[in-house]
């Protein structure tokens, strides 16, 4: 039940502050917003404002805001209708940075929400880090450590016999020696045991690693700093993520991606870890949601911005048609695309619990 509300929760919060930024910014440039979704295909519960019809729909992964000329409407003949040039309340007929301002708002409210985030994590509950007893806090699965046996609450001593008296001297012994067989001494109670086993290498760094994580502290900061290590770590992650969708396209490193199931279950985790946990996975969620969104792939902002700049260097709009014919053939494929991951999802839960 935790997993599902925790989910719902964060996707909810996610999806609503992006289309919040397009509906804030098409209205202070005078847009006529014609609906404010949750959600995508059947209409479950509604609301028709003023000008804005705010809908709950039935799918519920992602969301939009309909601005008024963005597209051909559908008069009450069914026939195709664009918006008249001469209408100031239409996207269109809005000057190209004014439309750019509008389509970048989503995954600016994104990185905004995730700086937020941080800092209310860090300011009252304390910025994470790892605990002086060198004690494993949680063991990634599959991974060697969790074979071996070893087990949360376990405080490792030493690494091949050389004392490791903070997680900095254990990562950096651990780090040197990849794909290369160690021994690790663990205090488990009133006793100490041994452990031998081969260390993986990361393919990303390089580096040696065996699945241990530390046992987190907080440490409460000024409210300053907490707002310096907000900004600080929102482009931390940013660059990250940038250098991994890098690593991936150029095959440096696999090409690993979750869908709603994957990101449900680490979601879930995250909340049974406690409020700090779920926060900062909440915030780097958007900086993921904000980044994905500003890919130039068809269907997604970033695919918009790229035809509006194009617009706006040669002065002249690409036709209508040719445009949202490549954003439904985008839209289709990302569905198409989402469906297989969500699959892919699910065989590996089910492979892995058999």
């Known amino acids: ?109 994104n990185f905004v929400l995730a700086i937020v985030l941080f800092v209310l994590v860090f300011a009252c509950i304390g910025v994470p880090g790892a605990g002086d007893g060198n004690i494993i806090g949680s063991l990634v699965q599959d991974k060697p450590a969790e074979k071996s046996g070893l087990q949360k609450g376990d405080r490792i001593i030493a690494v091949d016999n050389i004392l490791t008296p903070d997680w900095n001297s254990l990562t950096k012994i651990i780090h040197g020696k990849p794909n290369q067989t160690i021994l690790l001494t663990v205090q488990r109670g009133q006793e100490q045991k041994a452990f031998t086993f081969a260390t993986v290498q990361d393919a990303q760094t390089g580096n040696g690693i065996i699945g241990v994580q530390p046992e987190i502290v907080f440490e409460q900061v000024p409210i300053v700093k907490a707002i310096s290590l907000g900004f600080t770590n929102t482009y931390i992650f940013t660059r990250e993520i940038l250098i991994s969708l890098m690593q991936m396209i150029t095959g440096k490193i696999p090409a690993e991606v979750g869908g709603p199931v994957a990101i449900a279950q680490v979601i879930g985790e995250a909340a049974h870890q406690g409020l700090a946990n779920f926060l900062l996975l909440t915030g780097l969620l958007n900086v993921n949601l904000g980044l994905i969104n500003l890919l130039p792939i068809p269907a997604l902002d970033g695919s918009r911005l790229i035809f509006l700049l194009i617009e706006g260097f040669r002065r002249k709009p690409i036709q209508p048609e040719k445009e949202n014919l490549i954003h439904l053939a985008g839209f289709l494929l990302l569905i198409a695309l989402m469906l297989v991951i969500t699959y892919q999802d699910i065989v590996r839960i089910f492979s892995k619990s058999g």
């Open 1 to 109: 039940m935790l997993t599902t509300l925790s989910f719902v929760f964060a996707l909810a919060l996610m999806v609503m502050v992006h289309e919040l930024g397009h509906f804030l910014v098409a209205r202070w440039h005078g847009i006529k917003v014609l609906e404010f979704s949750f959600g995508f295909g059947p209409k479950i519960v509604g609301y028709q404002g003023k000008e804005t019809f705010y809908t709950w729909r039935l799918i519920p992964l992602g969301g939009y805001v309909k601005l008024y000329g963005i597209d051909a409407e559908t008069n009450d003949k069914g026939a195709e209708v664009i918006a008249p040039r001469g209408d100031s309340r239409s996207f269109m007929n809005k000057n190209v940075w004014q439309r750019i301002a509008v389509i970048a708002a989503g995954s600016l409210m």
